[in-house]
């Protein structure tokens, strides 16, 4: 196995992780929040909180990476996990719904740099292989599909208070990530970099149409996706499904997210990133349709399932888009704001989520989704230049 499929496949199982974290997390994060929160309409505040940590983090985690390199960038990054965890446990059985919140965030650090995963593998990946590499890493999540729930389902009642077990599971994942980074083995850009000459204004990489249609649809993807994943435990909850029920909810529309992966790669290949951009838009409005048909058990299964889908065409495909923006010289700048858009709507989505549904309901969460999928179907419909049909920018050679 050559150094670059290798360390593809490094951050492939650190992506699985990672994503066990966020879907144990994400399984247990709004019941606790419930559970401490004074007034229970700020109860997806934690889960709120850790996207807002991911928003705030993913520009100090871009640059503070091109200063001492990824492996250590992701290392300080799964220590944050492992701090987060501890705070967050530390909060369920201290009955503190700040402190969650507080740990919350720091796990919202820690995703902050895994969220620049997907972008090592492409960078340590021939051109050929890019799309591929991102596809495969964030399909790297698909084993979280099943660990974070089995995780949620088995550590619940394990510990007193309630949920304290779960969180007790966040710093071993965090270590384990730390353990597999060691073995991390990336190619230097300072050639590269030095060759492309002086690097463009953050503006100027911002106002390229291809830029603008790439981000726009990580936003919409991530804000969608939080924001009926936050509010499903409570929609479901609300109408009085069993929480092993919304585990196995969680659970699937987490592997929706990240089995596509072994293969959206190749059809981004085959159909290009804006026609897999405008598939995964018509899944998402087709889970909508699903949700606002009833509030079964099934509906809420099938919607979150091919969320997930959807999210992964639009995600993955708007994350090989943008690289075709920027030079390496430029790719710091550009994937931190890249990523500070993308996660700055998940954030907004999240913490919308729970005071929606606490006021207004489940099918007006899902009215919200539909806008923000239009927005990114107009973005889609974007005619870029015919040269961003082409190669993207060379990625650096190990």
Same mark, same amino acid.
């Given at each position: 196995?050559?150094?670059?499929?290798?360390?593809?496949?490094?951050?492939?199982?650190?992506?699985?992780?990672?994503?066990?974290?966020?879907?144990?997390?994400?399984? %247990?994060?709004?019941?606790? &929040?419930?559970?401490?929160?004074?007034?229970?309409?700020?109860?997806?505040?934690?889960?709120?909180?850790?996207?807002?940590?991911?928003?705030?983090?993913?520009? *100090?985690?871009?640059?503070?990476?091109?200063?001492?390199?990824?492996?250590?960038?992701?290392?300080?990054?799964? &220590?944050?996990?492992?701090?987060?965890?501890?705070?967050?446990?530390?909060a369920v059985w201290a009955g503190s719904f700040g402190l969650l919140a507080a740990?919350?965030?720091?796990?919202?650090?820690?995703?902050g740099f895994a969220q620049q995963y997907r972008f090592a593998a492409a960078e340590?990946?021939?051109?050929?292989?890019?799309?591929?590499?991102?596809?495969?890493?964030?399909?790297?999540?698909?084993?979280?599909?099943?660990?974070? *729930?089995?995780?949620?389902?088995?550590?619940?009642?394990?510990?007193?208070?309630?949920?304290?077990?779960?969180?007790?599971?966040?710093?071993?994942?965090?270590?384990?990530?730390?353990?597999?980074?060691?073995?991390?083995?990336?190619?230097?850009?300072?050639?590269?970099?030095?060759?492309?000459?002086?690097?463009?204004?953050? &503006?100027?990489?911002?106002?390229?149409?291809?830029?603008?249609?790439?981000?726009?649809?990580?936003?919409?993807?991530?804000? %969608?996706?939080?924001?009926?994943?936050?509010?499903?435990?409570?929609?479901?909850?609300?109408?009085?499904?069993?929480?092993?029920?919304?585990?196995?909810?969680?659970?699937?529309?987490?592997?929706?997210?990240?089995? *596509?992966?072994?293969?959206?790669?190749?059809?981004?290949?085959?159909? &290009?990133?804006?026609?897999?951009?405008?598939?995964?838009?018509?899944?998402?409005?087709?889970?909508?349709?699903?949700?606002?048909?009833? %509030?079964?058990?099934?509906?809420?299964?099938?919607?979150?399932?091919?969320?997930?889908?959807?999210?992964?065409?639009?995600?993955?495909?708007?994350?090989?888009?943008?690289?075709?923006?920027?030079?390496?010289?430029?790719?710091?700048?550009?994937?931190?704001?890249?990523?500070?858009?993308?996660?700055?709507?998940?954030? %907004?989505?999240?913490?919308?989520?729970?005071?929606?549904?606490?006021?207004?309901?489940?099918?007006?969460?899902?009215?919200?989704?539909?806008?923000?999928?239009?927005?990114?179907?107009?973005?889609?419909?974007?005619?870029? *230049?015919?040269?961003?049909?082409?190669?993207?920018?060379?990625?650096?050679?190990?």
């Amino acid at each position: 196995m050559n150094t670059g499929h290798r360390n593809v496949l490094l951050l492939a199982l650190c992506q699985a992780a990672f994503v066990s974290t966020a879907t144990l997390t994400a399984t %247990v994060g709004s019941l606790a &929040g419930h559970a401490l929160a004074p007034n229970k309409a700020l109860a997806t505040a934690p889960s709120a909180a850790l996207v807002i940590g991911t928003a705030l983090s993913t520009i *100090p985690a871009s640059l503070l990476m091109r200063r001492v390199g990824r492996r250590l960038g992701f290392i300080v990054g799964a &220590g944050c996990a492992i701090a987060g965890g501890v705070v967050a446990a530390g909060a369920v059985w201290a009955g503190s719904f700040g402190l969650l919140a507080a740990g919350s965030a720091l796990l919202g650090c820690a995703a902050g740099f895994a969220q620049q995963y997907r972008f090592a593998a492409a960078e340590t990946s021939s051109t050929e292989f890019r799309s591929r590499a991102i596809s495969f890493v964030v399909a790297g999540g698909l084993v979280a599909g099943f660990v974070g *729930p089995l995780l949620a389902r088995g550590t619940k009642d394990l510990l007193v208070p309630e949920y304290l077990g779960a969180y007790a599971c966040v710093p071993i994942l965090g270590a384990l990530s730390i353990s597999l980074l060691l073995g991390l083995r990336m190619p230097t850009l300072k050639e590269q970099v030095r060759s492309e000459g002086k690097a463009r204004s953050i &503006g100027r990489i911002v106002r390229q149409p291809v830029f603008l249609v790439a981000v726009v649809a990580q936003m919409m993807a991530q804000g %969608v996706m939080n924001l009926l994943m936050t509010g499903t435990p409570l929609a479901m909850m609300a109408h009085h499904h069993a929480f092993a029920d919304t585990a196995f909810v969680i659970q699937w529309h987490v592997v929706g997210m990240f089995l *596509p992966g072994f293969f959206t790669g190749a059809l981004i290949q085959r159909w &290009g990133e804006q026609t897999m951009i405008r598939l995964g838009v018509a899944l998402n409005i087709l889970a909508v349709a699903v949700g606002v048909a009833d %509030v079964a058990v099934l509906n809420f299964w099938i919607a979150l399932t091919l969320n997930g889908i959807g999210w992964n065409f639009m995600f993955v495909a708007g994350s090989t888009l943008v690289m075709k923006a920027y030079a390496p010289s430029e790719r710091a700048r550009a994937q931190a704001a890249n990523d500070f858009l993308v996660f700055a709507t998940a954030a %907004v989505a999240a913490l919308s989520s729970g005071q929606v549904l606490h006021h207004h309901g489940w099918h007006i969460v899902l009215g919200t989704a539909v806008i923000m999928l239009l927005i990114a179907s107009v973005a889609a419909l974007w005619r870029l *230049p015919r040269a961003m049909s082409g190669a993207p920018i060379p990625a650096a050679t190990p």
